[in-house]
Antibody
Framework: QVQLVESGGGVVQPGPSLILSCAAS????????MHWVRQAPGKGLEWVAV????????YYGDSVKGRVTVIRDNSKNTLYLRINSLRAEDTAVYFC??????????????WGQGTLVTVSS | DIQMTQSPSSLSASVGDRVTITCQAS??????LNWYQQKPGKAPKLLIY???NLETGVPSTFSGSGSGTDFIFTISSLRPEDIATYYC?????????FGGGTKVQIK
């Protein structure tokens, strides 16, 4: 069965960078585009980034563009999200999610359980 | 960016009631719309894709319709386990955008 397990969250101070990881299993990771979506406490869902199946193309949401990089390692079945210059407004649960098959872009079908990032001094 | 306007933001209904949620896109998105269910503390779950197609394993009490800019999500007979927040999401163009969510509660 499809499994996505995020890690790397925690309480961090404003300013430094953070790398989140998402370990994928139960499907052929290299065949799928992958998304990051975040959810601030008590708020709705916000799309963060997507990377194509081969890692050649990456797209970002307006609120994080320039501070975030999405990377994938298909040899390790792992997706990453690097967030630079952390701000209080980056506080959220970060979900990785597999994109549906079909013409790019497609929305997420399977989601991980999320990892909480709290930015606080 | 495409804006997704979802309504209502919350609703209360009785077990067995028919529940309807609407989602309006700021421009034509064809049928490129998903509906998700999210229970507290859990990840979203895909229920409907391409506006009206039921994801495998999802009960047939859930349905979706619409195209272009106006979409409807329906629970034909509300069950206690359907208590959740529901989101629409467009994938016609990047950035992907979500509606604000509809919290469904039992009256």
């Amino acid at each position: 069965q499809v499994q996505l397990v995020e890690s790397g969250g925690g309480v961090v101070q404003p300013g430094p960078s953070l790398i989140l990881s998402c370990a994928a299993s139960g499907f052929t990771f290299s065949n799928y585009a992958m998304h990051w979506v975040r959810q601030a406490p008590g708020k709705g869902l916000e799309w963060v980034a997507v990377v194509t199946s081969d890692g050649s193309n990456k797209y970002y949401g307006d609120s994080v563009k320039g501070r975030v990089t999405v990377i994938r390692d298909n040899s390790k079945n792992t997706l990453y999200l690097r967030i630079n210059s952390l701000r209080a407004e980056d506080t959220a649960v970060y979900f990785c999610a597999r994109a549906q098959t079909g013409d790019f872009p497609r929305g997420p079908d399977y989601w991980g359980q999320g990892t909480l990032v709290t930015v606080s001094s | 960016d495409i804006q997704m306007t979802q309504s209502p933001s919350s609703l209360s209904a009785s077990v067995g009631d028919r529940v309807t949620i609407t989602c309006q896109a700021s421009q034509d998105i064809s049928i490129h719309l998903n509906w998700y269910q999210q229970k507290p503390g859990k990840a979203p779950k895909l229920l409907i894709y391409d506006a009206s197609n039921l994801e495998t394993g999802v009960p047939s009490t859930f349905s979706g319709s619409g195209s272009g800019t106006d979409f409807i999500f329906t629970i034909s007979s509300l069950r206690p386990e359907d208590i959740a927040t529901y989101y629409c999401q467009q994938y016609d163009n990047l950035p992907l955008t979500f509606g604000g969510g509809t919290k469904v509660q039992i009256k």
